[in-house]
């Protein structure tokens, strides 16, 4: 019985590294090199993308508050409440 039992263990182990070696001789082959590749480039875009996003969505709240605090969106005054500095209502 425990002739058996370490048969089977060793039948085990050994079906395991096998599938181990050739998983790993398949990453070794040209094609394997290159999905490797590509998915490292699919993932970085993705990274950059999500920066990119991020970076707008910071760049449009940040002009949102400069707006608000110098008062650009503000509506424009009429034409007659407007004086220029060193221009008095009698000098027209």
Known sequence: MRRLFWLAMGV???ALVVRK???AAERMTPTGIGASIAEGLRDLADAIGDFGADVRAAMAERESELRTGTGLDAPLPEAGQVQLPGRHATDR
Do not use: C
């Open 12 to 14: 085990t182990i050994g």
């Open 21 to 23: 070696i050739s998983r």
